[in-house]
């Protein structure tokens, strides 16, 4: 598999995922880490994202409860809570994936997550 091969997947894998606000992550990086903006593209979204097993609905809910869990990745999570409601997943799952969250990760990292939620969701109603 070539490169140019792994960053096409990945480019149109993160292009069905989160549209614009994918695009706009690329050209946040490309003046300070060009290099790392292309990894971003070939690894998780050209070869994890690309990868049968899951499909999209079901990797956007996974890497929204990680995210959350972390309790420190905000701006990540705000992009992917986008890509999971473009990706079919409703705003009472993403709320449901904040309180499965808490009690694993507990209720700061939930409250952190439901706070990033509300942020996206107002976005859209917008």
Do not use: C, W
């Not at 149109?12 to 490309?30: F, P, T």
């Not at 994890?48 to 809910?61: H, M, N, T």
């Amino acid at each position: 598999m070539t490169t140019q091969s792994r960053y096409q997947r990945g480019l149109e894998k993160l292009r069905e995922i989160d549209g614009e606000a994918g695009e706009q992550v690329l050209d946040s990086l490309g003046d300070i880490a060009p290099d790392f903006a292309r990894y971003l593209i070939e690894f998780p979204f050209g070869d994890i994202y690309s990868r049968p097993g899951l499909d999209l609905r079901s990797r956007e809910i996974a890497v929204v409860a990680a995210l959350t869990a972390l309790g420190n990745a905000s701006p990540q999570l705000k992009v992917h809570i986008q890509g999971a409601l473009n990706v079919g997943v409703s705003r009472q799952e993403v709320v449901e994936i904040m309180m499965q969250m808490a009690v694993y990760a507990g209720f700061p990292a939930a409250l952190n997550g439901l706070s990033a939620a509300r942020e996206v969701f107002a976005r859209n109603a917008a």
